[in-house]
C-alpha cells in the first residue's frame, strides 16, 4: 500500500480530500495523528495500528491505494477519453484579474490599474 500523491490533508479541520477520487472523509480529533501516520508511512506494521474500519475506508476514498497503481497513467487515460467521447463538451474559462474579480471601487486609488469596459 501507499499514500495517493493527490491527497489534501486538513489537519486543523479534520478533513481529508482526494482530488483523484473526489473522496472527502471526516477524520474525528481523537484519529487525527494515526490517519497521518498511515499516510506518511502506509508500509509500517501493515497499518496494524489502525482500526479496521478506517483503513478500510481510506481505501474507499482512494486515500490509500495498492503499491501498482500509476495515477498519473489513470488521469491521462481519463483525461485522453474524455478528449475523444463524442457529447462531451469541456470547457475552461481563465479570467483575467484586470476586471473581472476586481471591484473598480477597490482599485480607485489605483490609477495604473483601472476598470474598463471593452
Given at each position: ?17 482526494n ?11 481523537e ?29 474507499e ?52 490599474r ?5
Amino acid at each position: 500500500m501507499k499514500a495517493s500523491r493527490y491527497n489534501f490533508f486538513f489537519k486543523e479541520e479534520g478533513f481529508l480530500f482526494n482530488a483523484v477520487t473526489g473522496g472527502l472523509a471526516q477524520v474525528l480529533p481523537e484519529n487525527i495523528d494515526l490517519v497521518e501516520k498511515a499516510l506518511n508511512d502506509p508500509c509500517n506494521d501493515n497499518l496494524s495500528f489502525l482500526d479496521p474500519d478506517i483503513k478500510e475506508k481510506l481505501i474507499e476514498g482512494g486515500f490509500l491505494i495498492e503499491d501498482d497503481v500509476d495515477e498519473l497513467a489513470f488521469l491521462e487515460a481519463k483525461y485522453r477519453l474524455a478528449q475523444f467521447t463524442p457529447g462531451i463538451l469541456s470547457l475552461t474559462i481563465v479570467p483575467t484579474l484586470d476586471c473581472n474579480f476586481t471591484a473598480c471601487i477597490v482599485m480607485k486609488g489605483n490609477p495604473e490599474r483601472q476598470c474598463k469596459i471593452v
